[in-house]
């Protein structure tokens, strides 16, 4: 059982390519029962999958770009539509621009829910490089690992799942790592003062220990839901 009723619950979590939204957003969802939703792991399901969607956001992504509002609002909808969001969602790499920030409350808006909080990962840019460079996955579970900072406690097996099978993203590089800063800065960053104004921000230092980060987004969560 989860530790606090998040029934309803939107949180947001904002911040550049490895600032460690995914690795929170999990840790999150397991400690208070909330759902994971992110706009690159079902984007990347779909360029696997090789929808419509999916080969228009391909190349986009590849380069480290922003792909469309119309194609990430769109899936974003369809996940949104499940039904097990109703234990309340974590928004991990959503919204990323102004556009899609306006949608969601819209959406929100429409189905008598709000944005319980968008927080704020605060991390040095020049940091960012290592962390994505380094980021790994297990292939069947999905748990996150790196190189230098979260190795398996046992070589080559999933601390989680005990697969001994990982994989890396194609975007994972130093090269895409600057254009998707130049990105984050130039469409993501405005949303700060956007739901500072709404007054939903929080945030965090994100250079932490992952357990003090968790620790710090726990309490968040608890004061706005419990
Ligand atoms: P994001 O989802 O924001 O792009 P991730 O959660 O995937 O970021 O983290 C990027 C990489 O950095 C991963 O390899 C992860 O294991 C590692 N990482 C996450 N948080 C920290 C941290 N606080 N300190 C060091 N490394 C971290
Ligand atoms: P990271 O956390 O490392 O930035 P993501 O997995 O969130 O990576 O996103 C990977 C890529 O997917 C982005 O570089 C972008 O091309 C695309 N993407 C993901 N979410 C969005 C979004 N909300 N709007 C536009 N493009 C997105
Ligand atoms: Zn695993």
Redesign the pocket.
Known sequence: MSETMTKGAVLI?L???????????RMLEERFGLVQL?T?DLLRAAVAAGTEAGLAARSVMEAGGLVSDEIVLAILKDRLAEPDTVRGVIL??FPRTPGQAEALDALLAGQGLSISAAIS?EVDDAAMVT??S???TCASCGE????S??QPAQAGTCDKCGSGDFKRRADDNAETVGARLTAYHASTAPLIAYYEQRGVLRSVD?????DT?AADLGAIVTDITG
């Open positions: 979590l911040g550049p390519p490895g600032a460690g939204k995914g690795t929170q957003a992110s690159g991990d790499g990962m962390r994505v380094g980021r790994y996150g690992y790196h190189d900072f979260k994100g250079m932490g220990a992952i980060i």
